[in-house]
């Protein structure tokens, strides 16, 4: 995921201990391209080990939760609030301290040059357990030591030593299993299971476990592409495009996993995925493309990876469930018509019956900045506060009706249905009293607004068959502009609406220079860069074909094209 507002500053520079970084990380032998940071002088034992918090979910195992009082990541049986970890940036990454943790739990350490290697003993699998009654999906894995949970591709790799027995008792369970050199790999697990690690005794917990989901997956190659799967079949014979491929930009080759097409020829629909009950929360693709029907479908745009929250234009049938920032590149559309792209703003503005006018920064975002906001049902039930200076104003029926505190916000408010919440952050002042009439009136800086459907990412790339790439007008940092990532970008051309996924085949990943070529040379005439990094991902017939860091990422929204009549099976 690529970062671009509400991360933490960097921590001061220790001028009392060495300091080394690097790209690449070595997990129980798996090697990713991942940044870290290490503090010390010791080469087998940090000060301090910064790593990626979605590293640490996806290859380490940690888990995410909340206990009523606050996020908690928690990692055999140790849990910590997500407010006391230390962070900083890497790059356009979150990292977390976890040196401490790895250490107490045994986790060996090593860094030489820019490779970092984490490793433990293989633990051994003595005894399996399932549950009962509503825990019937739930298989106890009891172990003589910990070990790393890792999401490879569609698969969950345990690093643990099994026998065969155990390896049929798993299979009767509903599972996949295959016992490799690298450790038990479930296949087609990475999403559909979640863990749980637990010491004193050493346990790892699977609940999910369905053999209405698990037996009809066979042993396969990862990210081959599903150009067999009947509904996938059905749509190459109409003219769909699914294929994978390698663009050269100047010397350096970029893979490309591609797909689209004439949506119209296709009987296929361009679809936000998203959540509506609640703005706040990640997801797995899959988890947002299946109950949407999407057939195919891409991550979306960017958001805050610890508070789990959207940065950019997100509106789904008429309803902004998330405003624009920025001016900062988007795609819309209709039922209708072919996607437009373009930059966008919401003007909204606040008006007091005795005339005073008030401008409000964003709508239902989590890009949070000194002044005044608005929030509507469409974020959720409740709102708490996102920063440490808030008061708000609640006005129903064109009435400020009540006004809450900080500590009302921090406990959290409810936001009735045809409610708005004005949030002044920051020492804002509250723009009305109690009592007060008001009209809050907004109107978008271009007909792109105005679509059904938006979704913002940035920066834009092509625009009218002109590479148009400028982001620090979209408000995007010198060293974002500057990365070399995995990338997303949803685009059209004279041959249809196209998603594109891109990382760097024999070298580095591209550049947002390198991208918007890319996309020029497969006939994009409009292109927007959307969250990419360790988000890009995408998914064709429930398997996922393309992700930017090999291991499924929890992104906030996405893309899909959804069948306008039902396919075969898929």
Not at 484 to 497: M, Q
Request: no cysteine; charged share 20%.
């Amino acid at each position: 995921m690529l970062l671009i507002a509400q991360l933490p500053p960097p921590l001061p520079e220790l001028r009392s201990a060495e300091t080394q970084s690097g790209d690449r990380i070595v997990i129980g032998g798996q090697t990713v391209s991942a940044p870290w940071l290490w503090q010390g002088r010791n080469q087998e034992q940090p000060e301090r080990l910064w790593l990626p918090m979605d590293l640490l979910e996806s290859r380490l195992g940690f888990r995410r939760s909340n206990d009523g009082s606050g996020d908690q990541l928690e990692w055999f049986s140790r849990s910590q609030s997500l407010t006391s970890i230390p962070k900083r940036t890497l790059g356009d990454d979150v990292a977390l301290d976890v040196g401490e943790w790895l250490l107490n739990i045994g986790v060996a350490s090593k860094r030489k040059g820019t490779s970092l290697e984490l490793s433990l003993p293989r633990a051994q699998l003595q005894k399996l357990r399932r549950g009962k009654g509503s825990t019937a999906n739930r298989v106890v894995l009891d172990l003589n030591g910990p070990l790393f949970v890792q999401q490879l591709g569609d698969d969950l790799l345990l690093d643990l030593q099994s026998t065969r027995q155990q390896l049929q008792t798993l299979q009767r369970l509903g599972l996949t299993p295959q016992q490799t050199q690298t450790g038990l790999r479930l296949r087609g697990q990475s999403t559909r299971l979640r863990s749980l690690t637990l010491a004193a005794p050493w346990r790892l917990v699977l609940d999910g476990v369905s053999p209405q989901f698990s037996r009809a997956i066979p042993p396969r190659q990862n990210q081959r592409l599903p150009l067999t799967n009947p509904a996938i079949a059905a749509l190459i014979r109409r003219g769909l495009v699914l294929e994978r491929r390698t663009v050269k930009v100047g010397v350096k080759p970029l893979q490309v996993v591609r797909a689209g097409g004439d949506l119209s020829q296709l009987g296929l629909k361009l679809s936000p995925l998203a959540m509506t009950g609640s703005q706040q929360g990640l997801r797995f693709l899959t988890q947002l493309s299946r109950p949407a029907g999407a057939l195919i479908a891409v991550n979306g745009g960017f958001f805050n990876r610890i508070q789990q929250l959207p940065l950019g234009a997100l509106r789904l049938n008429g309803a902004w469930l998330s405003g624009p920032i920025l001016n900062r590149g988007v795609v819309a559309w209709d039922l209708d018509g072919a996607p437009a792209f373009g930059r966008l703003l919401l003007n909204q503005e606040l008006r007091v019956a005795d005339g005073r006018r008030w401008g409000l920064g964003f709508l239902n975002s989590g890009y949070v900045q000194r002044g005044l906001s608005r929030y509507t049902s469409a974020w959720g039930p409740m709102y708490r506060a996102l920063s440490g200076q808030e008061q708000a104003l609640l006005i129903q029926d064109g009435r400020v009706i009540e006004q809450f505190s900080r500590a009302q916000l921090n406990r959290g408010v409810p936001i009735p249905k045809n409610g708005d919440l004005i949030v002044a952050r920051g020492r804002a002042p509250l723009p009305a009293s109690q009592g007060d009439h008001v009209t809050v009136v907004q109107r978008s800086s271009t007909p792109l607004g105005d679509k059904p459907n938006v979704l913002g990412g940035g920066p834009l790339l092509i625009q009218n068959d002109r590479i148009v790439l400028n982001g620090r007008s979209e408000g995007f940092s010198p060293g974002f502009l500057a990365l070399a990532a995995p990338r997303t970008v949803v685009g059209h051309g004279r041959t249809g609406t196209w998603f594109l996924t891109l990382r760097g085949a024999a070298s580095s990943d591209p550049t947002l220079l390198e991208t918007a070529l890319a996309a020029k040379q497969l006939g994009l005439s409009d292109a927007l860069n959307l969250d990419g990094g360790s988000s890009t991902t995408l998914v064709a017939g429930g398997r996922t074909v393309m992700n930017g860091s090999g291991s499924a990422a929890r992104i906030h929204n996405g893309l899909g094209f959804v069948p306008d009549s039902p396919l075969p099976l898929w």
